[in-house]
Structure formats: structure tokens, C-alpha cells
């Protein structure tokens, strides 16, 4: 399937498809409901996907380092190096570094994207690894522009719009915060064992909730009810974010709907398992169940069924209004 994909895409040299081909195995390993929403989409916007979203976990995965073998200034330095490598392959072309690099410099130059929004993104990048807590909702909302809105900015020229582009990024980049803050209630507990806390200190507070409540709730498996005040808040702080993105959906190419309706459905699942397992994120991880992420898809393919009988319709209606006076000078009328 990936060489069909890099077919469709116009991909031909061997080692750029290489790249792209790196990019898709991070995709499909470490961003499975995110993976599955692109099977949605057509043939030829898919690598483009795969490049941005191979960026950006390489990226989290210098930050994060789950194995703890790296000091801060050894992922410092790598991170450096890679903001780096970007910078030059944005400004030249040049195909070195890492092979993700090279898969989303193409990425950036065949659909025009902003370099801007990587550099946004590097620098909330770097903040992970001195930040550890954010006092106050806006705080968190500019860290989460870099990490999260200008991801979905980054994805909106790649998916393609009927509208005006500026008319649909508020929303584009809604979805990628709404994505985001997702992400931040389900990996409480796991951003609690790595040193670092997402959820708005105010938002906390308002709860009578502390970063020392919430490591205890972690280290001994007990609940409070204070933390679960403050997580059902912060479940709702995220749904407003999912209801400033839906519109946006209708702006996009038809042919990319079902999958963004496919990811905004799995990802708001995520909170509804958060809510049915009562909020105890702390403590195990939410998941949408197997037999759910195969409802969406399903109706996911029915979508871009349609999608693809409608574009073939309009382009017969096309065909046959321009035939029309071809045929009635063929007949002499």
C-alpha cells in the first residue's frame, strides 16, 4: 500500500521514497487512531500526512526520551540539530539529515506550507524540556499553538478546502488544540511520571487540586474527589475546543471529510472513555475500544464511497454539458 501511495503522489527518487516510507512506519506505530483516519484519504495526499506526522513524533521522541538515557542538554543538542537540518533543507532544498527531514521539506515545498509553523512548533518543542507545569489556561495556550494548532495549519493546504484557506484555519487549528488537550487528559498520569503537568494550574486550583495531590493520587492508586472535579473541567474546557473545530470539516475537500470526521469521532472518543472509566485517567488509560474504531472506519469507507460518486456524477454532468453543443453542430441544428 505505501507504494501505492508514493505512486500517487508523484514520489519517484528511491531515496525520498525512503524518507516517506520511514515517516508512514512512525505513523502507523506510534499514532494508531491518527493512522487510521488517513487510510481514509486519498491515495495521493497520504504520504504528505505521514511525512508531517513522522516529523513531529521524531521531534517528541528527542524531547521525551522515554528511556531517560539522555540528559537535557544531550536532547538540547539533538533537537538543535534537527531544528537545524530543517532550517537548512527549507532554505536550499538540501536532501541531508535525518530522513524525516528530507520527507517533510518535500512535504513543505509541494504544498506551500509556511515555514513559520515548524519554527512555532520546534520552539513549544523545547519548552518541554524545561517547562514543567503551566499556571494559567493562557499559558498553556501558547505552548499548545506550537505543539498542537500549527500542526492542523500545517495539514490544511495538504487536505485542500472549498473555502477561502483563511476562512477555515481558525477551525484547523482548533482540531489540532482540541487534539491535543485530548491527549493531555488521557497521559495525565504518564506526563505526571516524566516530571510534567498540562493541565492549567488555575483550572487545578479552581478545583482545590496541586501537582502534590496529583502524584499522590498516582503513587498510592487512590482517587479524590477533588481531582475528579478538576478533570471533568478540563473534559470540558477540551469539548469547547471540539465545537469550535466542526465547522471547519465542510470547508475541506469532499474527498477529505471522512477522514477528518473520522478523527474528530475517535478522538472525541477518547473523552467518552474517560467519562464511562469515571475520569480514574490517573490510574489506567482510556482507550477507544477495537470494536468502535471499527464502526468509525466502516462508516468512514461508506463516506468516501460517496464522496467518490458524487465528484464522478458532477465530472458526467460536466462531460455531457460540454458535449452538448458539439452534438448540435455534428447534427446541423
Avoid at 522515554?66 to 540539530?81: K, V
Avoid at 477540551?238 to 474528530?264: H, Q, S
Avoid at 467518552?272 to 474504531?293: C, K
Wanted: aromatic share 6%; hydrophobic share 45%; charged share 30%.
Amino acid at each position: 500500500m505505501s507504494r501505492r501511495e508514493l505512486d500517487a503522489a508523484r514520489i519517484t527518487d528511491p531515496a525520498l521514497r525512503a524518507a516517506y516510507a520511514q515517516c508512514r512506519r512512525l505513523n502507523a506505530r506510534h499514532g494508531r487512531t491518527y493512522f487510521l483516519a488517513t487510510r481514509l484519504l486519498p491515495l495521493e495526499r497520504r504520504s504528505a500526512v505521514h511525512a508531517l506526522y513522522g516529523f513531529a513524533r521524531w521531534a517528541d521522541d528527542i524531547v521525551d526520551d522515554l528511556d531517560r538515557h539522555r540528559t537535557t542538554e544531550e536532547r538540547e543538542r539533538l533537537l538543535r540539530r534537527l531544528e537545524d537540518d530543517l532550517a537548512d533543507g527549507l532554505r536550499t532544498g538540501a536532501d541531508g539529515g535525518e530522513p524525516v527531514v528530507r520527507a517533510v521539506v518535500d512535504t513543505a515545498d509541494r504544498f506551500d506550507i509556511g515555514h513559520a509553523l515548524f519554527a512555532d512548533f520546534l520552539s513549544s518543542m523545547r519548552a518541554d524540556l524545561t517547562v514543567t507545569d503551566y499556571p494559567t489556561y493562557a499559558d498553556l495556550q501558547r505552548y499548545v499553538h506550537g505543539s498542537a494548532a500549527v500542526i492542523g495549519l500545517q495539514m490544511l493546504p495538504v487536505l485542500g478546502t472549498v473555502t477561502a484557506r483563511e476562512e477555515a484555519e481558525p477551525h484547523a487549528a482548533a482540531l489540532g488544540v482540541a487534539f491535543q488537550l485530548t491527549n493531555f487528559l488521557r497521559d495525565v498520569g504518564e506526563d505526571l511520571d516524566r516530571g510534567r503537568v498540562y493541565l492549567p494550574g488555575d483550572l487545578l486550583a479552581a478545583n482545590g487540586v496541586d501537582r502534590p495531590l496529583l502524584e499522590w493520587s498516582r503513587r498510592t492508586g487512590r482517587r479524590d474527589p477533588r481531582i475528579r472535579a478538576a478533570l471533568v473541567a478540563a473534559e470540558a474546557m477540551t469539548r469547547k475546543m471540539y465545537r469550535a473545530a466542526e465547522p471547519g470539516i465542510a470547508m475541506l475537500d469532499p474527498r477529505v471529510r471522512p477522514c477528518i470526521r473520522a478523527a474528530f469521532t475517535l478522538y472525541g472518543g477518547i473523552l467518552d472513555a474517560i467519562a464511562e472509566q469515571d475520569y480514574t485517567v490517573l490510574h489506567r488509560r482510556a482507550v477507544v475500544s477495537r470494536r468502535r474504531r471499527a464502526t468509525v472506519a466502516a462508516a468512514g469507507v461508506l463516506r468516501v464511497a460517496g464522496a467518490r460518486w458524487q465528484a464522478r456524477a458532477r465530472a458526467g454532468r460536466l462531460w455531457q454539458a460540454a458535449e452538448q453543443p458539439r452534438r448540435r453542430v455534428w447534427r446541423g441544428e
